[in-house]
């Protein structure tokens, strides 16, 4: 079902709108109908809309005037207005507000039913064209949500059963959905992130190698240099060295440059 709301400044044709018409056969659910163009605009607001039908005469108002508010205030409202009028003006400002349709008075079932018909299907094919996008927004949020976890437990004995319950998925399909999202097994990944920290750590000589193991999750020292010489080709002593050389030479050429 759709939520549609009428909008027509004549209580009686308004309650006609509401009654006569089989809104729920054909795909709608009548939320709201307002005689006055600022109730129903102060609705559409607050609440969610898919359809306004209006007439285009609304005392004070006009129907354009509601349709341009309702679109700012819901870009992907549907419009459609109905007038007593069939000037070919009124139908030209009706196609620059790019509403969905323009029916004239008197409003029969059948026009209505085409109309509205159309509509629902265009409504249909907006709703199933937006499945994939929500679906991505999701798989982003919860991949989001497990390279942060895996981030601030990094020093611990984090697992992959221990970041699929963060995210409320089972293990196996975890597994699966991290390999899709990240290109990477878990495991790999998080020995990367590991050696990616140690070797950020390792730049400060303050830092002890054994020290900089525990800090990224190894427990045994000997485990931490053996995965550390299989990333880097160099044990992290061997690289801690070679980083400070450069970091000396550079700093004495600066000097000499002075």
């Not at 359809?51 to 679109?71: N, Y």
Request: aromatic share 10%; proline share 2%.
């Amino acid at each position: 079902m759709y939520n549609l709301i009428l909008v027509d400044d004549e209580e009686f044709i308004l309650e006609q709108l509401n009654a006569v018409f089989d809104w729920r056969g054909l795909g709608y659910n009548v939320v709201g109908c307002f005689s006055e163009a600022a109730a129903a605009l102060a609705y559409i607001k607050n609440n969610d809309v898919d359809a306004l039908l209006t007439d285009i005469r609304l005392g004070r108002d006009t129907g354009h005037e509601l349709a341009l508010s309702a679109r700012a205030a819901k870009p992907e409202i549907e419009i459609i207005l109905i007038s007593a009028f069939s000037e070919f003006e009124y139908a030209r400002s009706a196609i620059r507000l790019n509403i969905h349709d323009y029916l004239v008075k008197p409003v029969t079932y059948a026009a209505v039913a085409d109309c509205f018909g159309a509509l629902k299907k265009k409504l249909d094919e907006r709703k199933i064209e937006r499945v994939p996008e929500k679906t991505k927004m999701t798989e982003n949020y919860q991949i989001a949500l497990a390279r942060r976890y895996i981030e601030e437990h990094i020093a611990d004995d984090v697992s992959l059963e221990d970041v699929a319950a963060h995210v409320f998925m089972n293990r196996i399909y975890f597994s699966r959905f991290f390999k899709k999202h990240t290109g990477m097994h878990f495991i790999a990944y998080i020995t990367e992130l590991r050696i990616e920290k140690a070797i950020a750590l390792l730049k400060d000589p303050h830092n002890k190698a054994s020290e900089i193991s525990l800090g990224v999750g190894y427990h045994s020292k000997q485990h931490f240099y053996k995965l550390f010489k299989q990333h880097t080709g160099r044990t992290p002593v061997e690289y801690r060295n070679e980083v400070l050389s450069i970091a000396d030479r550079g700093e004495k050429q600066g000097q000499s440059a002075i």
